[in-house]
């Protein structure tokens, strides 16, 4: 049984206790980043060794897994914060499992997309979700084509970019009304709201830190911006 296993974003309270007991029960736990995971173990008082699952090992990795899995053995994967193969490596030893006809199963827990869309005032019923944008090659490309998109945008971006893409949006979206939620569920979480070009002057005076889950709102959210539109067709 390969086990698919959220872990907090960051308050080591956020773990269900359906989690905790499979993350004692399993064999092995394969994690993006072994040093964060053994502080949650830690945390729990659990036991294990951890071994590396990530981006530069996962094609070597991959048929490890799978030999353990073959030999009836649980795996554990996790990732450094919230639920794993969404922005993070996972998806390809999941498909491989399935392939073998291995069972996979998700043990549901903590997600920043989530989390941060819950507390944004935004409507999250419908919503294009990019993760990271790429930092050079196809970025306008990727600009041009959600000039066209009428649902949430919503992006993960690190406090050294963030102001960059805040002043893309402004560039190929226009002004559009923006969310930034950041360090969600630490110490020192905040939510900024605002129309991107004030977003922009608060940042540029008062940089951020931390992680970054960006919602741009709607075109239709409330009917705000269809609004503006209406209105200029009239004058």
Avoid: W
């Avoid at 920043?112 to 019923?125: A, E, P, Y």
């Avoid at 490309?141 to 919503?154: D, G």
């Avoid at 939510?191 to 931390?210: F, M």
Wanted: charged share 30%; aromatic share 6%.
């Amino acid at each position: 049984m390969l086990y698919v296993i959220g872990t907090p974003i960051g308050n080591l309270e956020d773990i269900t206790f359906r989690a905790v007991r499979l993350l004692k029960e399993v064999d092995y736990i394969f994690a993006e980043d072994t040093r964060v995971t053994k502080k949650l173990l830690n945390h729990y008082e659990i036991e294990k060794t951890v071994y590396q699952y990530h981006e530069h090992n996962k094609i070597h990795q991959i048929g490890n897994i799978l030999n353990l899995l073959k030999n009836n053995k649980k795996i554990a994967l996790v990732t450094d914060a919230g639920t794993p193969c969404i922005s993070d490596p996972g998806f390809e030893v999941v498909n491989e499992a399935l392939k073998e006809n291995i069972k996979v199963t998700a043990i549901p827990g903590p997600s920043s997309i989530v989390t941060g869309g819950s507390i944004s005032g935004l409507d999250m019923r419908r919503m294009a979700y990019e993760g990271f944008l790429p930092k050079k090659k196809g970025r306008q490309t990727l600009f041009n084509k959600l000039k066209n998109e009428e649902r949430m945008i919503v992006i993960l971006e690190s406090p050294n970019r963030i102001l960059r893409t805040l002043k893309d949006i402004k560039e190929y979206l226009g002004e559009r009304y923006v969310v930034i939620t950041r360090e969600l569920t630490k110490v020192y979480e905040e939510v900024i709201r605002g129309e991107v070009s004030e977003i922009i002057k608060k940042l540029e005076k008062k940089p951020v830190k931390g992680e970054i889950v960006l919602f741009i709102r709607a075109l239709n959210d409330d009917g705000i911006y269809l609004k503006k539109e209406a209105k200029g067709e009239e004058e």
